[in-house]
């Protein structure tokens, strides 16, 4: 008898409220993901950051990050510097690993829209070496079908594989539906997922579960190694949403600051080595630590 198929579903539906940010009265920060790691691994913290700044004055700066990988897509506007300038559609995977230090400094009139995930690195390379890969969107694998179009950034999904690199196994993609179109993709049963719309509206598994724009709607958990179905349905306006879907690691983190660990006292020591300066900046790293495709 063949094993049924399992075809996953909502099963928490929440609307992060967007809260002014770091960067000052320009920034507006919505928590799509944070303080409940124990569901969300390996999902440590999702930030949708919005940014309209008028004027010149500097904002941000130079900070430290170890022991996770920061995932970063760009879907509005521009980041960066001269050494490295993120676009619209543009992806970083930056593995902080053993420690890195990285600026992000606004000193120009900007307006962006900025999606940041904290990745939870396997136990086993908690303190990998530091590396960078970036993803222009001019490469980002695509598949096209029916008033479909998805994006895949990491992983494996919908036939198309991202050259990202990953510790932790993880699908990212941007998933665009216009008015009427229906989709059903293959996804690990065993991957922690959720999806995030950023436009319209996006109906969810056979029971059609709407969720909406600016929503992060959870899928059903599984434990089973075998595939499940994800059935997307677009909304009367058609829908975009973000699927983020990884392998949890089941393993406990300590989180401080800008700093992930397995025990509390690594924190302590994270600390003293960015004092003492012993955290590079990423701008030293060598070329072999650095990937553009």
């Given at each position: 008898m063949e094993n049924q198929t399992l075809n996953r579903k909502l099963v928490n539906i929440k609307t992060p409220r967007g809260e002014q940010g770091f960067l000052g009265p320009d920034h507006i920060a919505r928590a799509v993901v944070m303080n409940d790691f124990v569901n969300s691994d390996p999902?440590?913290?999702?930030?949708?950051?919005?940014?309209?700044?008028?004027?010149?004055?500097p904002v941000g700066g130079p900070h430290p990050h170890a022991g996770f990988e920061t995932v970063s897509l760009l879907l509005e506007g521009e980041v960066g510097d001269s050494a490295h300038m993120m676009k619209a559609g543009d992806f970083q995977m930056m593995t902080a690993g053993s420690g890195i230090v990285h600026t992000e400094t606004i000193d120009r009139e900007s307006k962006m829209r900025?999606?940041?995930?904290w990745l939870n690195l396997p136990k086993k390379d908690r303190w990998t070496t530091p590396r960078v890969q970036d993803l222009a969107f001019a490469?980002?694998?695509r598949v096209y079908d029916n008033g479909l179009e998805i994006r895949v950034y990491s992983g494996t999904?919908?036939?198309?594989t991202s050259p990202v690199q990953n510790h932790t196994p993880v699908v990212i993609a941007d998933i665009q539906l216009r008015p009427g179109a229906k989709t059903t993709q293959k996804l690990h049963a065993a991957y922690n997922a959720f999806?995030?719309?950023?436009?319209?509206?996006?109906?969810v598994g056979e029971d059609r579960q709407v969720l909406n724009d600016g929503q992060i709607g959870w899928l059903d958990k599984h434990t089973e190694d075998v595939e499940s179905d994800l059935i997307l349905s677009a909304g009367s306006s058609g829908g975009r949403v973000i699927l983020y879907a990884g392998l949890p690691q089941?393993?406990?983190?300590?989180?401080?600051?800008?700093?992930?660990?397995?025990?509390?006292?690594?924190?302590k020591d994270?600390?003293?080595?960015?004092r003492h300066g012993k955290i590079r900046h990423v701008s030293e790293l060598p070329a072999g630590q650095r990937f553009s495709y």
């Open positions: 999902f440590i913290i999702l930030m949708d950051d919005f940014l309209d700044k008028k004027g010149g004055d900025l999606l940041q995930m490469n980002v694998p999904f919908a036939g198309a999806l995030y719309v950023i436009e319209g509206t996006v109906e089941n393993d406990p983190i300590v989180s401080y600051g800008p700093f992930i660990a397995d025990r509390e006292e690594e924190i994270l600390y003293r080595d960015f």
